[in-house]
């Protein structure tokens, strides 16, 4: 088998968290979806970007994989969440995805560290960073949501969410 082998343990970790991922693009997906529904092109467009971003975290993980002779197994992705009573509950579930990410991570990197895995543990520490990003960004999307309390308010934030954001969600593009 061609590559750096790499453990069971840490094989089953991985496949776990990829799959994840994709997951995470398909649940952004769906809050573009329903933010579009409502007229909220800007909150919109940053979920979709954010989706983008998953497939790209995904991809990481298989070429991973892929480099050190594993096979990345991809699993049936469930339906995401469509049913929101209001932005803040979007923002609210995005940040508890990005909260069970980073849980996902961090389990990964854990039996990369047992099993003395030292480049899955390199490739883990990228996400480790990104999942400090990613947090970053679900928190204030929460909070400026809560403070945009009237349609105004709603309509400036949605306006301006790219712009507001991006430094911490997506480097700064
Ligand atoms: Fe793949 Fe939102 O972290």
């Given at each position: 088998m061609p590559g750096l082998p790499i453990k069971p343990a840490v094989l089953t970790e991985i496949q776990r968290q990829l799959n994840h991922e994709w997951s995470a693009a398909h649940a952004y997906t769906a809050l573009a979806v329903w933010c579009t529904e409502r007229n909220l092109k800007g909150f919109a467009q940053f979920f979709y970007k954010q989706s983008g971003e998953e497939r790209e975290h995904a991809q990481k993980f298989m070429d991973h994989l892929l480099d050190r002779g594993a096979t990345p197994e991809l699993s049936a992705i469930p339906a995401p969440r469509t049913k929101f009573k209001s932005v803040l509950e979007v923002a609210q579930y995005a940040r508890e995805m990005e909260q069970a990410n980073t849980a996902g991570i961090h389990q990964a990197y854990e039996a990369a560290l047992a099993n003395k895995d030292y480049p899955a543990q390199v490739a883990l520490q990228w996400f480790i960073s990104e999942?400090?990003?990613?947090?970053?960004?679900?928190?204030?999307?929460?909070?400026?949501?809560?403070?945009?309390?009237?349609?105004?308010?709603?309509?400036?934030?949605?306006?301006?969410?790219?712009?507001?954001l991006s430094a911490k969600a997506h480097g700064g593009e």
């Open positions: 999942q400090v990003e990613e947090e970053a960004w679900a928190d204030e999307l929460v909070g400026r949501v809560e403070a945009a309390n009237c349609a105004g308010g709603m309509s400036s934030l949605d306006r301006h969410l790219e712009k507001v």
